[in-house]
């Protein structure tokens, strides 16, 4: 069984304790991500709330999530038609072959 680590983390100037089984350079990351852009919309909005703060880097988080996903599915789809291409250019070249 993993062992779970508990790492100290800061977000937004607040301190939290994150358990998990991952290594611990990639849970400081995200958490460095996720202050990241709550110390950016407090700048850019003018928001004093920290809440709002954190439902809107929540929610543009979730975005480019969504984005990035919706590239991935278009790059999955695309290589699948062109290995369907290649494939049938492979057949022709067997065929023309026997």
């Known amino acids: 069984m993993t062992e779970k680590n ?3 983390v800061e977000i937004f100037g607040q ?3 994150i ?3 991952g290594d611990p ?3 400081h990351m995200i958490a460095g991500y996720v202050d990241q852009k709550m110390r950016e919309i407090a700048h850019s909005s003018g928001i004093m709330s920290q ?7 929540a929610l543009n988080i979730a975005d480019e999530l969504h984005q990035e996903r919706e590239d991935s599915d278009n790059i999955q789809e695309e290589l699948g038609r062109r290995a369907a291409q290649l ?3 492979i057949e022709d070249k067997i065929g ?3």
């Not at 809440?51 to 880097?57: D, E, F, G, K, Q």
């Open 6 to 8: 508990t790492e100290k």
């Open 15 to 17: 301190e939290y304790k």
């Open 19 to 21: 358990k998990g089984v």
């Open 25 to 27: 350079h990639y849970i």
């Open 51 to 57: 809440s709002r703060i954190a439902i809107l880097a």
């Open 87 to 89: 494939g049938e250019l």
């Open 96 to 98: 023309a072959g026997s």
